[in-house]
């Protein structure tokens, strides 16, 4: 197995030199799609997505046999400031509802044939209240990012990062806002529902917490801000570049993470597609910002990754059109 990098140094020295796709395959790909009984284009995005899936996987006529869903809970201290609409423990309730089968990500996961893995990390530990404090040393931060590396199977072949944890769309929006600046209510949602009072408190907790923490790179960033389960998404997205497994990302919270590493290098998430664009009010913003455009637009506001493993659908039936149509000669079919 890869090894995790030991600090954050050996991570910014791997998000400098990263592994970019197999450009014969890619070629490849490209010349097939071209061969296919089809107009040009007549599959739109579906060609596209066929094409990039091509290039990472290293096989121009590639196939999705392995896909894995890793869902990561933390718990954050600035939860006490009343930012959210639940209390803390229920995301202990919910790593127990996921581990029994229970909750939206178990049947989609299931629908789709995804492996699903869920990783609750410290959950006794929340980070620090990032108003007062850093959320995390460098040595928790370093924890955190290892725990997603060895969380992705090597042998799968598209990811789906998840999460779970009260006040993580708090964090989520203090990493967006320090890392693209704005006013904090440009990044701001209601996240669990929470009511005007607490929208408010909410953009007063992370104007607090930016206010405090400027300054550093994506990583730094990650480390006075974000979550536990935050930087395990990270990491994982890490380790899938580094072994070239292409990387579906969910939604407000995932691209959080997401942002974190592209802020280091702009093209760290070249491996990922955005599942869809949830509605919580910044994440179309978010991911304008990545260069993301999202293939699907369905309302959903869950989390869990629940958005993304959706969109594994959508991959699948782009790799199943580009890898087992017949091509012009195959079928006996004039190609004009």
């Not at 928790?140 to 990062?161: F, I, K, M, Q, R």
């Not at 917490?209 to 400027?214: L, M, N």
């Not at 935050?230 to 990491?235: F, H, N, V």
């Amino acid at each position: 197995m890869t090894q995790a990098p030991a600090t954050l140094a050996e991570y910014r020295a791997l998000l400098g030199d990263l592994p970019g796709p197999d450009t014969a395959a890619a070629a490849g790909a490209v010349e097939r799609n071209a061969q296919l009984t089809k107009p040009p284009a007549a599959l739109g995005r579906l060609e596209d997505l066929a094409k990039w899936y091509a290039g990472w996987r290293g096989d121009a006529r590639p196939r999705i046999k392995a896909p894995q869903v890793v869902i990561f809970a933390g718990n954050h201290g600035v939860a006490a400031r009343g930012v959210s609409a639940f209390p803390p423990e229920v995301t202990v309730q919910m790593v127990a509802n996921f581990e029994a089968g229970g909750a939206a990500i178990n049947q989609l996961s299931k629908v789709f044939g995804a492996r699903m893995d869920v990783q609750a990390i410290d959950l006794d530990t929340p980070t620090g209240d990032f108003t007062q404090t850093v959320a995390m040393s460098e040595a928790e931060l370093c924890a955190a990012l290892s725990t997603g590396w060895n969380a992705v199977d090597a042998a799968t072949d598209l990811l789906v990062t998840g999460e779970m944890g009260i006040a993580n769309t708090t964090s989520a929006a203090a990493l967006a806002h320090a890392l693209y600046g704005g006013e904090a209510s440009d990044w701001v949602g209601r996240g669990t529902g929470v009511d005007d009072t607490g929208l408010r408190q909410k953009v007063e907790v992370v104007a607090e917490g930016v206010a405090r923490h400027a300054g550093g790179d994506g990583l730094d960033t990650l480390a006075r801000l974000g979550g536990r389960e935050i930087a395990a998404m990270a990491g994982a997205m890490l380790r899938a570049r580094v072994e070239r497994i292409p990387v579906i990302l969910d939604g407000f919270i995932c691209c959080s993470a997401a942002a974190c590493l592209h802020a280091v290098n702009a093209a760290a998430l070249d491996h990922c597609v955005a599942g869809h664009v949830s509605a919580e009010s910044a994440h179309s913003a978010l991911l304008e910002r990545l260069g993301k455009e999202a293939l699907l637009s369905l309302g959903l506001r869950l989390g869990e990754g629940s958005g993304a493993a959706l969109a594994i659908g959508v991959l699948q039936g782009a790799i199943a059109c580009h890898s087992d149509m017949a091509t012009f000669a195959e079928a006996g079919v004039s190609d004009g």
